[in-house]
């Protein structure tokens, strides 16, 4: 029995009550007026239907009655000013599944923006129950069942839920008291040292965090983010060299362009009308490892500058790969990121016997923070989360499921002008609903759907 309810920007006491006698195939649901309301599934409402059947076949054991679970957010463009924001949870006891879409279970889903007020609404009946499972648990079947849990999301979101400054503040990481001034000092014995009970007592922390419940250990990093973002700073910094020493002619993107081809990287320059300054492809994490593994930087930088600069690249693709591996070596890697970071700021040195410069590579305000993370922390949640891996808490399978979601429903339906724009959102969690009785339910009457669908 799973109760879906509608929850405008502004919900009254009564929309947040759970209809209980709901049915999974045949869901009450409240009529959303417009694009600006959203729906809720409620989570123990889940948690119900899917428990026994982990029980029953194995995920879970009922003589240790813990689940732990994990909380994500995403929010993605449905057109130029309309964004779906999506919140769903996962089971890591279920490791065999939990990088697989459809096993992130939707719970919030509303068009807005990443915003913490907004986000405070939309899921203020999805944290009362996270607050209730955490104290109370959840019995079932005359067991009781107990909850650990955790959070992972991109930079952003993270921050937005831990009511944490945006990532270019002075003090900037979610997890130390570090400051833009202390990364110049490009100190690394910086440690998790913050408290959840004490959040608000940090510089930054300007707002009580929405998952107030879960141990700050347990709000984790997405490791596919640390890959995305770094790449970008990795990249930005080769263009804007070439900029600076008048290379980034139409030659150079030429060059560039004819090399991404031949990595099978599909990758544009262009300048917007009356703009200056040149726009290039936006590229997804698979193209980004293929330019991080693959791309030649000798046709575009000297040799002995496209020889450093590839090895800092092959190492940093080398600590990803690292980092997904579960039971990696934490002290290794450790040294690992810490000699990579050594590499990325060497310095000018002065030829021998010369009066040359050889030019060294980048300076510490180049660092980010998620180069940050990644030097000072990532050893750490890889030690805590031993048991899951760090691949565990991958956002993947969320940016797939929420990208599945409006490619199949919002923008199929604003093609026709928007005229089904309001039932949106039920469509998608009826869907939802729906799947989830073919996931958990071995029906051999009924065709399991085959991909995401609205009728036109």
């Known amino acids: 029995m799973i109760s879906i309810i509608n929850i405008p920007i502004v919900p009254t006491l009564n929309e947040l009550d759970f209809d209980e006698s709901s049915n999974i195939l045949n869901s009450e649901i409240t009529e959303i007026n417009n694009i600006s309301n959203g729906g809720h599934r409620s989570a123990k409402d889940i948690l119900k239907y899917i428990i026994p059947a982990l029980a029953l076949n194995g995920v879970l054991d009922v003589n240790d009655p813990i689940i732990h679970l994990r909380i994500s957010g995403d929010g993605r463009n449905v057109g130029r000013r309309l964004k779906q924001v999506m919140i769903t949870m996962t089971i890591l006891n279920d490791i065999q599944n939990i990088h697989k879409p459809d096993y992130h279970y939707t719970t919030v889903l509303f068009p807005g923006i990443e915003n913490y007020e907004l986000l405070e609404i939309m899921m203020m009946p999805f944290i009362q129950e996270l607050d209730d499972l955490k104290n109370y648990g959840l019995k079932i079947d005359e067991i009781v069942w107990k909850f650990e849990l955790y959070f992972s999301s991109d930079w952003k979101f993270l921050s937005i839920c831990l009511g944490f400054n945006a990532a270019n503040s002075n003090f900037f990481c979610p997890w130390c008291q570090i400051s833009k001034h202390g990364q110049n000092n490009n100190q690394t ?10 959040i608000n007592e940090y510089p930054g922390h300007n707002k009580r965090p929405l998952f107030y419940m879960i141990s700050l250990n347990n709000w984790v990093p997405d490791e596919l983010h640390i890959m995305l973002r770094i790449w970008d700073r990795l990249w930005s910094l080769v263009i804007s060299e070439l900029k600076e020493s008048n290379q980034f002619d139409d030659v150079c993107r030429k060059e560039i362009m004819q090399e991404m081809s031949r990595i099978s990287v599909n990758f544009q320059f262009w300048k917007e009308h009356g703009a200056d300054a040149w726009n290039h492809t936006s590229l997804m994490g698979d193209d980004k490892l293929k330019v991080l593994k693959n791309f030649n930087l000798g046709r575009i930088l000297p040799p002995t500058r496209a020889k450093k600069i590839r090895e800092l690249w092959n190492r940093f693709n080398q600590i ?74 991958s956002c993947a399978p969320v940016e797939k499921k929420n990208h599945q979601q409006v490619t199949h429903f919002f923008r199929q339906t604003l093609k026709g002008g928007g005229s089904k724009h309001k039932l949106v959102i039920r469509d998608i969690l009826e869907y939802e609903n729906r799947s989830l009785f073919y996931l958990f339910n071995d029906n051999t009457i009924s065709s399991k759907p085959k991909k995401l669908h609205i009728e036109d």
Request: negative net charge; aromatic residues 16%; glycine residues 2%.
């Open 189 to 198: 014995n910086w440690k998790i040292s913050k408290e959840i009970e004490k």
């Open 320 to 393: 990803y790969f690292n980092l997904k591996t579960k039971d990696y070596d934490v002290q290794q890697f450790q040294f690992e990121v810490e000699d990579w970071l050594e590499l990325f700021l060497t310095p000018d040195r002065i030829i021998p016997n010369s009066n040359r410069i050889e030019k060294g590579l980048y300076s510490p305000s180049s660092i980010t923070p998620y180069i940050h993370v990644l030097v000072c922390h990532i050893s750490e949640f890889m030690e805590i989360h031993q048991k899951w891996g760090m691949k565990a808490f």
